[in-house]
């Protein structure tokens, strides 16, 4: 009786245990079946809508609460990057001369590396009056963009806080390679 009860205590602990610890929700997209980015969602956030067109995968992500920003997730197949597996063995000059074609970024370029060490540059829109953040790096020729804009009820400009949520959602991404068994 004695051994049935510290079974039942145990089993019992470890369910609170569970309980207690916030599950992660997670987001897998999978890419042309070539690979999968997947990351934890942001708290009190959800994917709202993918879309697959034929040669770009836009997925949206938002809140429930329509005061926090909103972000969309494009993954771009571009030829010129055919032969280049990550944006870590692009020069910076390189990495300059993906973002110099569009005059809606800034010309400064942050680089931050997420846990998984994949490099991504960080771009600010230089339209005061339509602000975004645009975080953009390459893995096995594609484009992968993280796209983060201001709430629908919000002020018009990203705080330094909602723009950290995006890099924390940025560090959890990993590639993770499809194995097609060639």
């Given at each position: 009786m004695a051994v049935l009860m510290c079974i039942l205590l145990t089993v019992s602990c470890s369910l609170s245990a569970a309980d207690s610890v916030q599950k992660e929700d997670y987001t897998v997209v999978t890419v042309n079946g070539i690979f999968s980015i997947r990351g934890i969602t942001p708290e009190g956030y959800h994917l709202a809508d993918t879309q697959n067109m034929d040669t770009t995968i836009w997925a949206s992500f938002t809140s429930d609460d329509p005061a926090k920003p909103y972000f969309d997730l494009i993954i771009s197949f571009l030829e010129e990057y055919a032969n280049v597996g990550r944006l870590?063995?692009?020069?910076?000059?390189?990495?300059?001369?993906?973002v110099d074609d569009d005059p809606d970024l800034s010309d400064k370029i942050e680089i931050m590396e997420t846990d998984?060490?994949?490099?991504?540059?960080?771009?600010?829109?230089?339209?005061?009056?339509?602000?975004?953040?645009?975080f953009v790096t390459v893995y096995k020729g594609y484009e992968v963009a993280l796209n983060l804009f201001p709430g629908s009820e919000n002020e018009d400009v990203l705080t330094d806080e909602q723009i950290k949520l995006a890099m924390r959602f940025l560090s959890d991404l990993?590639?993770?390679?499809?194995?097609?068994?060639?």
């Open positions: 870590n063995d692009l020069s910076e000059e390189e990495m300059k001369d993906m998984y060490g994949t490099k991504v540059m960080i771009l600010r829109s230089n339209d005061p009056m339509d602000d975004y953040v645009c990993d590639f993770e390679p499809i194995d097609t068994g060639y």
